[in-house]
């Protein structure tokens, strides 16, 4: 009997439980801009990653400070891990929205709850996928990792833009603390919500006279919400008013955020920044672990280049049009040396700094008559990558800190690390610092 | 038209935009046999999301409501609050130390130890969390005994 009123009132019952001073319009205010400026950051961060790897004609990009890339993609990561407690922080303070009566009012509020659900799926499989990409957890994404966390961020910024847009009214209402409180400590409500009063006379009370505290689910929400019976000992005099109860909740709310935000950071940040490392006990990657005491992310083995890197008839051609010069091991060897310090910062947020050994690419390309503005197309041996080819624009070619490095802490570069030589370059990306190096071509 | 309206329009116009953008990549950058299993993580999150996350807090929110009324509301918000750093931190570290167990391209990925390191970040949390209901609980007991003998002058 009366489907649609029995669930009208199971739903309000549902907002009435969850009521709790920490779930209110200042909350989500407050942890919103918070998230925003998560979800920007990661996205400024994104595009420049993509754009350094994939760039457009005409597109020139900064060869200094040296650690411009590792600090964005560090940043990246971790504002992406923070994300996790902010965005689950958001879906809390709002949570008693998920059951709104009626559920769909009308086509706007319609539109309204699709691009909310489409924002939260985004976000949600946003963050997830990009975590557990730095864990290398492939098997898990039934589609290609990088196009698919492209593609989505635009969807989570277009969806962000709309949801503030829809709520810019509460926004604006709740953006400061003075205007959110009224004298006495009392969030200051704008639109009553009837939902959240318990005894509201509803339309089944009017259709069958059944008060809210009847039936199973009546009797167990009264029973939860019914007072303790003891009052408390006469001369206890700290017992605290209502608004004081309330601050508690919200200030142990904001904390509680705020702590396991810092831990998060405490504890991951160091794949990324060094000052971290000592704390570094959740990170995917630590400095100073793998061949030489730096992380590897392809393996010689994986790349299947473990025959060909070590054949003894190894050697690096280097080419301009006609031009073509072939450099052995010796001959690279013979040239000037240039040492570099310079960080490997990988597209997943991990990053070390590592001191470098090798002949400059510019002499290199030099030697075949390249133009100062040339691009230079560098291919591996490796064997299965999207990105055993990849193209040099000129004012990283041109860059006295980018070598053919050879030799890596002092020693020989490990056949994990690129041996016989490798591109090492400043504010690159690791994955365009080509492992295995087998051509060099100067382009038009 | 209010500033507040013009703002609306044009973050509509950007948003719309964006999703358009994100629409075109979609289209253009991944092939149409992915799409299922794009769509299968979405329908998955809001699952995961509204069925069964939202439930357990649902769960967890009423039985605070009934139960939490006797405990000082501090004590009662330090200990939900260590509960929540737990229940965040095991989300970013669990599926780390399950991957860990599958095994790693090489062993410069995920070196460390990351069951053990979660049980020493517990054991920490644990003694915080008590130090600081300790802490709290102390100073209360000081209020209440200071309390009366103000009264009295």
């Excluded at chain 1, 946003?126 to 864990?135: A, D, F, K, M, V």
């Excluded at chain 2, 509204?50 to 405990?71: L, N, Q, T, Y």
Aim: net charge positive.
């Amino acid at each position: 009997m009366h489907p649609t009123w029995r669930l009208q009132r199971l739903l309000h019952q549902f907002r009435h439980a969850l009521a709790a001073p920490s779930r209110n319009p200042r909350t989500a205010v407050v942890i919103g801009r918070l998230l925003a400026a998560a979800f920007l950051l990661c996205f400024a961060t994104g595009i420049y990653s993509h754009f350094i790897q994939d760039p457009l004609p005409g597109m020139a990009f900064l060869t200094r400070p040296v650690w411009l890339y590792q600090v964005s993609q560090g940043i990246h990561i971790t504002a992406g891990i923070l994300c996790f407690p902010l965005i689950f922080a958001k879906l809390y303070a709002v949570f008693p929205e998920l059951f709104q009566t009626p559920p769909i009012r009308s086509f706007p509020h319609f539109l309204e709850r699709a691009s909310i659900a489409i924002f939260v799926a985004a976000s949600l499989v946003q963050i997830t996928i990009g975590l557990l990409n730095t864990y290398q957890w492939y098997a898990l994404f039934p589609f290609p990792f990088r196009q698919t966390h492209f593609a989505l961020s635009f969807v989570v910024i277009g969806s962000l833009a709309i949801h503030i847009a829809v709520k810019l009214t509460t926004i604006s209402r709740y953006w400061r603390k003075k205007d959110s409180f009224d004298d006495n400590g009392d969030l200051v409500v704008y639109d009553e919500d009837p939902d959240a009063v318990f005894d509201q006379p509803d339309e089944l009370r009017r259709l069958t006279g059944k008060p809210m505290n009847s039936g199973i689910t009546g009797r167990m929400f009264a029973w939860i919400d019914k007072e303790p019976e003891e009052t408390p000992p006469p001369g206890k005099a700290t017992q605290k008013t209502p608004q004081q109860e309330a601050q508690t909740s919200r200030r142990g709310f904001f904390v509680t955020i705020g702590l396991v935000s810092a831990a998060l950071v405490t504890f991951t940040a160091g794949q990324s920044f060094r000052v971290f490392d000592a704390t570094n006990i959740f990170g995917p990657r630590k400095n100073d672990i793998g061949p030489q005491g730096l992380p590897v992310n392809r393996t010689a083995k994986a790349a299947k280049v473990i025959e060909s890197a070590t054949s003894t008839d190894w050697n690096l051609t280097v080419s301009n049009g006609d031009v073509t010069r072939v450099y052995s091991y010796q001959q690279l060897q013979a040239m000037p040396q240039y040492e570099v310090e310079l960080p490997i910062a990988c597209v997943e947020g991990w990053s070390q700094y590592a001191h470098w050994t090798g002949p400059r690419l510019s002499e290199l390309v030099d030697s075949v008559g390249a133009k100062r503005g040339a691009t230079v197309r560098i291919t591996s041996l490796e064997q299965n990558s999207s990105y055993a080819v990849t193209e040099m624009q000129p004012e990283f070619v041109r860059d006295d800190l980018t070598l053919v490095a050879l030799a890596l802490n002092g020693e020989t570069l490990d056949i994990d690390h690129g041996y016989p030589a490798r591109i090492i370059a400043p504010a690159r990306p690791g994955v365009l610092q080509t492992k295995w190096l087998s051509t060099l071509e100067v382009m038009a | 038209m209010t500033a507040i309206r013009r703002w609306q329009i044009a973050l509509m116009i950007v948003g719309v935009a964006f999703l358009a953008l994100g629409g075109i990549v979609l289209l253009t950058d991944i092939k149409p046999t992915r799409y299922l299993g794009i769509a299968g993580w979405f329908v998955g999150a809001l699952i995961i999301h509204d069925g069964i996350v939202a439930m357990v807090i649902f769960g967890v929110s009423v039985i605070m409501r009934k139960f939490g009324r006797r405990i000082p509301g501090v004590v009662i918000a330090i200990v939900q609050g260590a509960l929540v750093i737990a229940a965040i931190v095991a989300a970013i570290v669990v599926p780390e130390i399950l991957k860990q167990g599958i095994g790693t391209a090489n062993p410069s990925i995920l070196p460390l130890d990351y069951a053990r390191n979660l049980g020493l970040f517990y054991a920490g949390l644990a003694v915080v969390t008590g130090l600081a209901i300790a802490g709290y609980l102390a100073i209360f007991a000081r209020r209440q005994k200071l309390r009366p003998s103000i009264s009295h002058d």
